[in-house]
């Protein structure tokens, strides 16, 4: 079973279903991918009225977040820091809710609930009370023995309700031994109603507890999550747990007790106030990193565990990754508890004022990230959260809830990042006061991979918070709770009935839980909205406005009513209190295969604020360029399909399976296809994975059945940077898509190939049977288990030369692999196996070739099926057209087109020799809009930055760097229409010369703006 988080939605996320909200969902996220937001009609945030609460020294912030006093000395100003293990309250106590039909009793029955009161009802269909985040609440018992010299056998008998969240939350059957942490004899998640439990648990001479060595402890014990439960209503429960009827008797002495707690007493059974697995935050001064981009030597919080900051642990020593000091890392073996625990801090800002009037709040950090992600690593994650309160008093925050967007956030690193949230609509109407935290929670144990080899990150670091005047409703949507890519919902494709192939306009996630063996994809999309403004109200209901390009093939078959182009209205979901709506389009007669349809959101207030989502709907009604208008806003029905008269039915040979998760690599991908004269839908077809790092269930093997794909004769595959939930394969408890199975079914049918690429799909691979058998019979490569970076010396962009005499790639080429700055990759070092070969290799540093056995690029061909893979270790995207060293021309002249698109060609030629395999052409600039885009990136020492006016405007070219400071103004004049270009060389306004490094160029005219990304390498 894989046992591995991704750089994933674990994410508690927005998913509902046409009537209610689901059940169960993963819930990991990417920061920076894991939600989008809406702006405000015609208001410029730029120009707003912004007040920083919290920022660096010198900024005129009231508070500080660099944790560095004015000298530079470490200093927590004023923040806290907390470990959230430590018990608040234990929730134990006797109680007659939910205790009718325990064991047969009826009215008036008392047992011990594990429960409260405090919580209101969710909803109609919900009760008063129920349980809340982050509960470690124990009930125990002890009994003792009569002779400690013999073994004792302890039989256990009660009956339990219990009502928790699947996968995430737990009810606990446990025992002590001497010297030992809690031993679990039973767990339980879910619901159940009048379990009997009926366990036994044997217990050695020297196992027995207590100053005289003869006690027997057994205790229940209720865990939970810091989301998904009555607290936040996306979990609506009857309490975690109700106890009744419980006798423990012992066969060393026959000691025996019986409760059911009709006295009113909890007896012998007695609540524990839980102890924690220790608070480990604390600031460091130059810590070390592996980010081979940036550096930060000030003091940063950091939850090192050194054996001092938390007397009694001993430390935690490194086993790979010894930079931390000393060689320590986090703690990862449970703390002052041991290791059936796991640690969970938090750092918490003070408590700041808001301005009157400022309903829009950012909430930003800098992180330092590194997780290795495999078997033997313990699994962190980080939350954040904000809370506010309305009243006068600062204090009284403390009586408010902590809300975020209920994900658990992961990444791979080693990085830096700069993440930035923006929290307005989790605050509460006119906030006076917020506060925000930083939560590191050890969470690999509950996918049952629980290692050791840690690291000493995270590093927190850098806060800001600013607030803003914010001129309408708040929009935001989880990217999982978007519509995803389909195929029609009979599983099948049935030309000779056409109206049986309606697609569902479905969400990306699948909405049961894991318990359920299922894979459901909600049937609307949801999303949050909130009258942001202090005393507005929505005015109406928000809509949701379409534009349908639809195939006319079906056009005789659309019976839904509605036209191709318009808007429908959202509607309250069941759960009030999380602000959502749902918006779906008809299951029926209205998505056919061919149809490409593109929407957005809009809603408005009582006071006149009209807000969008996506805030930019450029290129809404453009579907000339796959690249006009917003991906994670556009859904495509497949496949494609046209008439070729007489009955006969055609389709594009090549499916394309965008499974990056990047707008970036998508837009890579789509210019390499248009360099080589591919068009989407005619010589090839998209399906793109709705945030494809979140393990929701929605990639190929989810969505598609291989009837439906029985068309294509290639199948050409990314999954980026991604280093988990790439191809997945079916596990309920992980990613319930079926994308393996899918494709091991379709190279099956025989003469069927693929073309695969990511920089660290091996290694996804390997985390199971299935994905090991794979990798090693369909892709013939075993895993090196290291990066290709360590083969290179730690060089981050190694040079490739294709072999001599390999069937595919032209000899003459050579490329770099470009995982450098500001965002470093990994990349898998794999070794053809079997009937494999390699067709290019990786050159040292130095240029030499024929050094390192590892691929760059292999074929398999699986000669029983005719079928041929090639594979790279890295995603296409990462091919940058310069002349690897080593190769047979150390100096390349410019290519017509760049050396990504050549290599796809060559793959293409020689996977298809007789389909379409395209011819190079120039890139082709939409018409009518404005474009940008630049020649060479990276560059050094200059680049070509090319623009094409829809009309004669006046247009500014600027040049920033990624603290958004200008660097250069190019241009700043009325322009013709059409093309046109300028060179940068690399100069700031100044005449001084720009360090290496990302930069962006914004073109800009009246009517439109383009942001691109460069960098410059010297």
Known sequence: MKKLIAYLTLAMILGFSVSAPGEEGIRISSPGQDVIYG??????????????????????????????????????????????????????HVSDYNAIGLNGHGEGNLAAWCGSLEFPACDVTDALGGYGTNWNDALLWTGFVIDPGQSCVAMIDAFLNIDVEPGYDYVLLECFYEGQDAVEIASWDGAYSNLHVQETVTFQPGDFMGAAGN?????????????????????????????????????????????????????????????????????????????PCAVNNSPQVCFIDD??????????????????????????????????????????????????????????????WHEDFSSESAGMFYEWSVRSTASVDPADIEQESWENRSFLYHLAGPEYYRFVHSVGDLLQPNATYVQVRFQLKEMGWIWGWDGADGTPAPYYDNVRVSAYDFEGPGLSVSSVSLANDGFPASGGLDLENPGANSVRFDMARNISPAIDQLNDPGDSVVVRVVAQRAGSTLNGMPRMYYKLKANSVFDPYRSSGLPSSGSVPGWAIAAPTLDGFAFDLPDTGFLFPGDELHY?????????????????????????????????????????????????????????????????????????????GHDPGLTYDIYRTQAASSGV????????????????????????????????????????????QLLDAWLRLGERDIFLTGNQLGSDLSYNPAGQDFLRDWMGLSLSGISVQHYTNGLVSPGVVPDEGNPV?????????????????????????????????????????????????????????????????????NIWTQAAAGSASTTKAAAPIPTRAEVLQDILAFLNPDGDVGLPTSVTLPVGVLTARN??????????????????????????????????????????????????????????????????????????VRVQKMVLLK
């Open 215 to 291: 006690e027997v402890r057994v205790q229940f014990r209720v865990i939970s999550d810091s989301g998904w439960d009555d607290a936040d209503c996306q979990f609506p429960s009857s309490g975690a747990c109700q106890l009744d009827d419980v006798s423990v008797s012992l066969d060393n002495g026959g000691f025996q007790t019986f409760n059911d707690f009709q006295s009113g007493s909890l007896g012998l059974w007695m609540p524990q106030a839980a102890l924690g697995v220790g608070d480990f935050a604390h600031l460091e001064f130059g810590l070390d990193d592996r980010d």
């Open 600 to 676: 957005y959101f809009r809603a408005e207030d009582d006071l006149g604020g009209i807000a969008i989502l996506p805030a930019d709907t450029t290129g809404f009604s453009d579907f000339a360029d796959i690249l006009a208008y917003n991906a994670l806003f556009t859904m495509r029905a497949l496949p494609t399909v046209w008439d070729e008269g007489e009955g006969q039915f055609g389709q594009p040979e090549i499916l394309f399976w965008d499974d990056s998760g990047t707008t970036a690599d998508s837009d890579e991908w789509a210019f390499a296809f248009r360099n080589i």
């Open 935 to 1008: 020649f060479p990136n990276p560059f050094n020492p200059t680049t070509k930055i090319m623009f094409d006016l829809p009309s004669s405007e006046h247009l500014t070219l600027k040049v920033f760097n990624v603290k958004g400071e200008r660097v250069r103004t190019l241009v700043n004049e009325v322009r013709p229409a059409g093309p046109g270009f300028v060179m940068w060389d690399g100069a700031d306004d100044s005449g001084g010369q720009a360090a290496s490094g990302l930069y962006f160029y914004e073109v800009r005219t009246a009517q439109d």
């Open 809 to 877: 790639l032209f000899e003459d080429q050579g490329w770099m692999v470009y995982g450098g700055c500001p965002s470093p990759d990994t990349f898998d070092a794999v070794l053809p196996v079997g009937t494999a070969v390699r067709l290019a290799q990786f050159a040292d540093p130095t240029g030499e070739v024929d050094v390192y056995e590892i691929s760059a690029a292999t074929l398999n061909i699986v000669q029983s099926f005719n079928s041929r893979v090639i594979s790279l270790p890295y995603d296409l995207s």
């Open 39 to 92: 702006g405000v009609v015609g208001a410029a945030k730029a120009a707003r009225d912004t007040v920083l609460l919290m920022g660096p020294w010198g900024s005129g912030a009231p508070f500080n977040g660099q944790f560095q006093n004015l000298g530079g000395a470490e200093a927590w100003n004023f923040w806290t820091h907390q470990d959230l293990t430590v018990g608040q309250e234990n929730h134990w």
């Open 307 to 368: 054996g001092e900051v938390v007397p009694g642990t001993g430390g935690t020593k490194c086993i790979t990754w010894c930079y931390g000091p000393g060689g320590y890392i986090v703690n990862n073996t449970g703390g002052l508890l041991g290791e059936a625990y796991h640690l969970d801090n938090a750092v918490d800002s003070p408590i700041m004022p808001i301005p009157a009037g400022m309903e829009g709040l950012d909430y930003a950090y800098d992180l330092y």
């Open 697 to 740: 269930g929605n990639g190929l093997g989810g969505r598609a059945t291989v009837t439906q794909l029985a068309g294509y004769t290639e199948i050409l595959y990314s999954s980026g940077d991604q280093f988990t939930y790439t191809l997945s394969t079916g596990e309920f408890d992980w990613d319930p898509s079926l994308d393996v």
